[in-house]
């Protein structure tokens, strides 16, 4: 519930190029929006003294930020995860924690597919050594076609879903293997729901679709990618402590794995010169996952929707703790 008459509302931080959609959207309701660019606790304290929402891309909301907001009723995150989010504070405090779960679904389960083709048909070696004037197929060799390969989901939320569906629709072999679901099930698309330990054994590609948790945190390391095929390929664009990159790093050098496609790393930016960046199956993308210009609008949208409705005292689209709502 709105804790004041008037609805002020702080950006935190965000790294795009404008903030005029989450404005139009705030003034349209009658409110107020400040963008700050600050992540740190003691700035966003400073800056957000009378804010009843705030909106995060990387800022740290910690507890001490919500015992020094008083009128703070709703944080509202850019995208899916709140690592750095305190969300047991947030609802101590009876702070709404809201995010955008599922905005891009498409965008995100497109690019894992042209992570894959890009990785097992090395498409940017190819190119790279074609502008170079070495038009030769022999250093992209073994290319392998898609049909009759197994496609290995782990994670099936709604983006693992969307990926399934389009690796199935190129032919692949689709399994996949998550918490919610028993091995030796059937999807209702008929696909194969099998153990972690099964899916790694037997899929030549892996991509992974799971929130960084504390149960996910380095869940692929050196024993899964040990159980994993030598022709396999591991595909990432969740989050980056999904997989212990050192672990990988090793994996790739020793040729226990074939490559990888990675949009999330453990840190971001890549250093340049890292040893990921060292090897021809591997290909690196900086986050950009999660774009296209339409799930880009939307997210912006959602996350601006989601502070005002709590600020407003109606339910919003998505949220972490609704408990918080009905104290």
């Known amino acids: 519930m709105a804790r004041g008459d008037e609805m002020d509302i702080v950006i935190t931080d965000c790294d795009h190029d404008s903030v005029e959609i989450e ?9 107020r929006l400040t963008l700050c660019q600050d992540t740190t606790p003691e700035g966003i304290i400073a800056n957000a003294r009378d804010a009843q929402g705030l909106i995060v891309q990387y800022g740290r909301i910690t507890a001490e930020v919500f015992a020094a907001l008083p009128e703070l009723c709703v944080v509202s995150r850019y995208g899916v995860g709140v690592d750095t989010v305190d969300v047991e504070a947030a609802t101590r405090h009876g702070v709404a ?10 965008a995100v389960s497109d690019h894992a597919i042209t992570l894959t083709l890009s990785v097992l048909r090395d498409v940017t070696g190819l190119d790279r050594r074609l502008r170079e004037g070495a038009p030769s197929l022999g250093p992209a060799q073994p290319i392998f076609q898609l049909r009759g390969r197994r496609f290995g989901v782990i994670g099936a939320g709604a983006i693992g879903m969307a990926t399934a569906r389009k690796a199935a629709g190129l032919g692949f072999e689709v399994v996949l293997t998550d918490p919610r679901l028993t091995p030796g099930e059937t999807t209702s698309e008929g696909w194969p729901v099998v153990s972690f330990e099964d899916l790694l054994a037997s899929a030549q590609v892996v991509s992974l679709h799971l929130p960084l948790i504390e149960q996910t945190h380095h869940l692929i390391d050196a024993a899964a990618l040990g159980a994993m095929r030598e022709d396999a390929i591991l595909i990432n664009t969740a989050r980056g402590g999904v997989v212990d990159t050192d672990a990988l790093v090793e994996a790739l050098a020793s040729g226990q794995i074939f490559g990888a496609g990675l949009d999330v790393l453990e840190e971001e930016p890549l250093a340049v010169g890292h040893p990921l960046t060292r090897f021809e199956r591997v290909i690196l993308t900086p986050h950009a996952g999660f774009y296209t210009e339409e799930s880009y609008a939307e997210l912006k949208t959602r996350t601006a929707q989601n502070a005002i409705d709590v600020i407003a005292g109606r339910q919003p689209r998505n949220i972490l703790n609704p408990e918080v709502l009905h104290g």
């Open 23 to 31: 404005r139009e959207n705030v003034e349209a309701a009658g409110g």
């Open 97 to 106: 924690v809201c995010n955008v779960p599922d905005y891009g679904t498409e």
